[in-house]
């Protein structure tokens, strides 16, 4: 419903109590209009499929009869053959538009003259090559005459073989030697000849060979550097070769005004210049003052240079004299430990000595034991130790 309208009729409340009512009324309708006397049954309730009716009056499974559509008209029609008669059509249409235009088009006039200059001198070269190769093709085909006796030539050819297989005289190899002294020397000639020649050609190759990794497609000889081209002669020269540039009311006032900012850009640049040239005497008066000043406070950096220097061949000179001294005390040192282990004995005499030390000092002990024993008083000295 639409805003704005009102409802004409009182709604009645839908309920599902006249259900049973409804489905009664519609098996009687049915039964008196196709004379059926099944008892109705509610298909929400159940029942058997035969007697169950539908909401629209209709038993279940009912057969209905079929009604097929009419065929659609697109279907007899030939749709590929309109479609390539109307890509036909098209096709003709736009070539004849571009003929139309192609005929309506056309070259300027100077061009359009080039053009047809051009294509008279081609034609006039392709006849000229003709002719050439008209007067040169002068040879005549040999007319065939009879077919050869194969048989007979043959037969002849064989018969000169035999006469070349009797005639010929084979040569007899004789054993010579290979490893002499001159052809050594011949070998070892060539092989220095073909050494040279080849690198003769790598220093050859490496000046005029192209690189073989793109984009480097120059030669492999180093290359310096080009002195930057004159633009202004090669312009003034292209400017000559074409004269009727200048012809013009705006190349004129073009030219003037490249004249003009020209000469603007030549007074910026002096300025600048100027400027530079201020700046940097400025800072070489303050770098003059403030150098100055320096000289003053911490003295001539020249003579600061060389009391650095005279420090440091100073200590150079201290550290030489030490070192010398250190090499001294070492060797001093390395002399008196050589003498010493020149004094001593050898391992074999001080073994000697060591064993006579030891059997003297067995001897004193036997010596002190016996006297002891001899006055009575080794067992009283044996006790005491006990």
């Known amino acids: 419903m639409l805003a704005g309208q009102q ?14 009512t409804r489905s009664e009324k519609k098996a009687e309708e049915y039964r008196q209009n196709d004379g059926l006397h099944a008892e109705p049954i509610d298909p929400y309730v159940g029942g058997s499929a035969a007697g169950a009716w539908t909401e629209r009056g209709a038993p279940v499974g009912a057969r209905k009869a079929f009604r097929a559509r009419d065929v659609p008209r697109s279907m007899s029609e030939p749709r590929w053959e309109m479609m390539r008669v109307r890509e036909a059509e098209r096709r003709e249409r736009v070539a004849q538009e571009a003929l139309r235009s192609m005929q309506c088009s056309k070259l300027p006039p100077r061009m359009r003259q080039h053009k047809e200059t051009s294509r008279a001198r081609n034609a006039a070269e392709q006849e000229r090559i003709q002719a050439e190769m008209d007067s040169e093709l002068t040879l005549t085909p040999a007319i065939t005459g009879d077919v050869p006796d194969f048989d007979r030539l043959h037969v002849s050819f064989e018969k000169e073989l035999a006469r070349k297989r009797q005639q010929f005289k084979s040569t007899r190899p004789l054993p010579f030697k290979m490893e002499s002294e001159p052809y050594r020397l011949m070998q070892r000639e060539v092989k220095q000849v073909r050494d040279e020649m080849i690198q003769r050609d790598i220093r050859r190759d490496e000046l ?83 150098s100055n000043r320096l000289k003053e406070v911490a003295g001539d950096p020249k003579n600061i240079k060389q009391k650095a220097k005279e420090e440091a061949q100073r200590r150079k000179e201290e550290h030489r004299q030490a070192w010398k001294d250190r090499k001294a005390t070492v060797a001093a040192s390395m002399a008196e430990m050589r003498a010493r282990v020149e004094s001593r004995p050898f391992l074999f005499e001080q073994s000697t000595i060591d064993a006579a030390v030891e059997r003297a000092k067995a001897e004193a002990h036997e010596r002190f034991d016996s006297t002891l024993r001899k006055h009575g008083l080794a067992d009283r000295l044996d006790t005491a130790a006990t």
């Open 208 to 290: 005029v060979m192209p690189e073989r990794r793109w984009p480097y497609l120059s030669t492999q000889a180093p290359i310096g550097r080009k002195d930057m081209p004159n633009f202004s002669k090669e312009h003034s020269t292209c400017r000559a070769k074409a004269p009727n540039a200048e012809t013009t009311e705006k190349n004129n006032a073009m030219l003037e005004k490249r004249r003009e900012e020209s000469r603007a850009q030549k007074k910026q640049e002096d300025g600048k210049k100027k400027a530079d040239e201020a700046r940097q005497a400025a800072q070489k008066e303050i770098t003059l003052k403030v």
């Open 7 to 20: 409802r004409r009729t009182v709604p009645v409340p839908f309920s599902f109590t006249h259900r049973q």
